[in-house]
């Protein structure tokens, strides 16, 4: 099983950038691919990036195209997102998980607090 914890988040002026780490312990870690979601009040989760677990292969929510960088160091076990641009809809919590494929997600970590505000 995959434990995760988010860090990197916090307060920032529109058009600013965040760089968030995911670390993540466990075995399968290394053959699993990865990905960032976010949650907003009264929202859904939604799914915002992935990455293949040799990181050769990345996909974006097509708002965060272009803004946000998901990247990935194996030896570290660590996941990351570069984020940069940032508007006020990006504020939510961020979460990182493995891409279940046809099996299941980690438990979810507690995530890392991102907002953005003037």
């Known amino acids: 099983q995959v434990q995760l914890v988010e860090s990197g988040g916090g307060l920032v002026q529109p058009g600013g950038s965040l760089r968030l780490s995911c670390a993540a312990s466990g075995t399968i870690f290394r053959v699993s691919a990865m990905g960032w979601y976010r949650q907003a009040p009264g929202k859904q989760r939604e799914w915002v990036a992935s990455i293949t677990s040799t990181g050769g292969i990345t996909n974006y929510v097509d708002s965060v195209k272009g803004r946000f960088t998901i990247s990935r160091d194996n030896a570290k076990n660590t996941v990351y997102l570069q984020m940069n641009s940032l508007k006020p809809e990006d504020t939510a919590v961020y979460y990182c998980?493995?891409?279940?494929?046809?099996?299941?997600?980690?438990?979810w970590g507690q995530g890392t607090q991102v907002t953005v505000s003037s």
């Open positions: 998980n493995k891409i279940p494929g046809l099996g299941s997600f980690a438990s």
